[in-house]
């Protein structure tokens, strides 16, 4: 069962081919046998489970089934869901058990889906590897020497692993789409706004974005549409109506108008990513596309301009972690201040610090103008060059990263790391959504392709992936778990 | 701009962040790097470009001046490191 898709599964389900019981005991059998090595999880949440999985069967059996109820998942462990752990990959959240549930909890609940656990990730979302995690790096399934991509890389890893059909995410500079490609999965990251963020644990507030990972565009599609929505809740959610994803998923591509961002494809870009990506464009040509060449000129800026406004927003939203009303606390502080210095340098990791530093230095006196301000308005600059791209194309087509996966403990250097998201970040600074679709490979390692469209344009993405996964099997391959075999 | 030593160790006091010397010597060399990085910032002309706080650039909700919120006190102080009687304890602040 584990090589089905969500949307296989869930026809399963509803045919009474299995029980959502019978499925979910396969799965946790799988965790168990295959996630030591792979570390993907962090907390796994058998007996919740179980029952879940009860109330789905139960549910079945009365009449009350809707489309997703039983399907099992996981969730990065960013989701406050309660009564279960929710560290956010940090030693300052290792106590924190959640009081309440995220809204997306709720509402994957609601539909009735079944959660396996939450999934290792980036400490605080912060990171491309998945190597700053207080609980340990997660290794890319189709290669255990090379990271999964990060932040969200236990959940891309899971996936991809077949430990669930999907899995949540969230992604403030391409923790989605970067480890989707990375693990040769599908990863789509919202129009900001468009999922609500309460109770997912805030990294950068208007650059982060919850959204779901699978194998296939159409099972995104199912997913997108369960947690989508306006939240009373969360200020920035936006009040517009929740289409059906799925029904314009088997639209024709003829006339579609593809652009491919010059800057793209530029310097830094693998070869064998570039060919991968090239390959991938020719396809959407023969489904009746056309191409064309567009500029973000820009693209240069995003990187910097980030690395302002995240951790300005960072440094101000971690401030709440202060040893007093949750998380960890330091051991016989001598006084208050000695109480926050320590149970703060005790329970952030290094990348975290780094980026607290980062911010609360641009964020002070004489640095703020220099620095903040002039981010944000690079921050315009970046968002009209894709406003103009859209008026001359319907979606724009590019790498998801330069590289394939790299491999564990290559980058050492933060700048370095950081230059990794270069084809991601503009994306959540303009706050339109995108999407990573496997592309191919360069030798055991995944490409994914990224297709970027305007504001709310999840529809036509989510379109546009699948008629690829249509022509194509990429999605379809599955690693070799030499575990497997035992 | 170039970083201080004085400068890291002012954004951690900022910050709440116990840093020793050697801890602010390290992050003196990678910030000194983001920090150039960074600057590239500076050789765009943004003259006249209103700054860009939020990409939807919505205007805060309003809404009826009424309770929503019950007393959930002792469910949100459970995990609490240290509480009393529905207090949380922190060292003595006034002697």
Not at chain 1, 161 to 173: C, F, I, N
Request: aromatic share 6%; with cysteine.
């Amino acid at each position: 069962m584990h090589d089905k898709t969500l949307t296989e599964l869930a026809a399963g389900l509803a045919a009474g081919e299995f029980s959502s019981r019978e499925l979910t005991q396969a799965l946790l059998a799988r965790i168990d046998r295959l996630d030591g090595d792979l570390n993907s999880f962090i907390s796994v949440t058998a007996e919740q489970a179980l029952a879940a999985a009860d109330r789905a069967d139960a549910a079945r059996a009365a009449g009350d089934a809707g489309p997703l109820t039983g399907v099992p998942l996981a969730l990065k462990d960013i989701f406050c869901t309660e009564g279960v752990k929710t560290s956010a990959g940090s030693r300052m959240l290792d106590n924190f058990i959640a009081p309440y549930d995220a809204t997306v909890v709720e509402k994957l609940r609601a539909a009735g889906t079944v959660s396996l656990g939450k999934t290792n990730m980036d400490e605080f979302a912060m990171g491309s590897s998945n190597e700053n995690s207080f609980f340990g790096p997660v290794k890319n399934p189709w290669d255990r020497d090379a990271v999964p991509g990060g932040s969200s890389g236990g959940s891309a890893a899971a996936v991809a692993a077949g430990l669930v059909p999907a899995a949540m995410g969230t992604d403030t500079g391409g923790s989605i789409r970067q480890p989707a490609a990375f693990c040769g999965i599908t990863g789509l990251k919202p129009t900001y706004g468009r999922v609500s963020r309460y109770g997912i644990i805030a990294y950068a507030s208007s650059l982060d974005q919850a959204g779901p990972m699978a194998r296939t565009a159409e099972d995104c599609a199912r997913l997108l549409g369960a947690i989508a929505g306006h939240d009373l809740r969360d200020s920035t959610s936006v009040a517009r109506g929740v289409p059906d994803y799925t029904e314009e998923l088997d639209a024709p591509l003829a006339g579609l108008k593809i652009g491919l961002p010059r800057e793209y494809f530029g310097e830094g870009l693998d070869p064998a990513v570039e060919s991968a990506v090239r390959e991938a464009i020719r396809v959407y040509e023969s489904l009746g596309a056309t191409v064309r060449e567009v500029s973000l000129p820009h693209t240069h800026y995003a990187i910097p301009a980030y690395y302002v406004i995240a951790p300005a927003e960072a440094s101000s939203n971690l401030s709440r972690y202060d040893g007093v009303r949750f998380g960890h606390r330091c051991d016989a502080p001598a006084d208050l201040t000695d109480l926050y210095k320590r149970s703060r340098a005790e329970g952030f990791g290094e990348e975290v610090k780094r980026r607290i530093l980062m911010g609360t230095h641009t964020l002070s006196e004489g640095f703020f103008d220099a620095y903040y301000k002039k981010a944000q308005q690079v921050r315009r600059l970046i968002r009209q060059d894709f406003l103009d791209a859209f008026d001359e194309v319907d979606v724009l087509m590019g790498p998801a990263s330069p590289t394939p996966a790299f491999d564990l403990g290559a980058r050492k250097d933060p700048v370095s790391m950081y230059l990794q998201d270069i084809y991601t970040i503009a994306i959540n600074l303009a706050g339109i959504p995108g999407i990573s679709v496997p592309a191919g490979f360069v030798g055991h390692r995944p490409v994914g392709l990224q297709i970027l469209g305007t504001h709310f344009a999840e529809a036509r993405l989510l379109n546009v992936a699948h008629q690829f996964q249509q022509a194509t099997d990429w999605h379809l391959r599955r690693p070799a778990l030499a575990e497997e075999t035992l | 701009m170039a970083l201080e030593h004085a400068d890291v160790l002012r954004a951690a006091h900022l910050a709440r962040l116990g840093l020793d010397d050697d801890e602010a010597a390290h992050y003196l060399d990678d910030l000194g790097r983001i920090l150039a990085m960074v600057d590239q910032l500076q050789t765009l002309d943004t003259e006249g470009v209103d700054p860009l706080a939020h990409p939807l650039e919505t205007t805060q909700r309003l809404r009826a001046d009424e309770v929503t919120e019950t007393d959930q006190r002792d469910r949100f102080q459970r995990c609490a490191p240290a509480v009393e009687q529905g207090l949380y304890l922190v060292p003595r602040v006034v002697e």
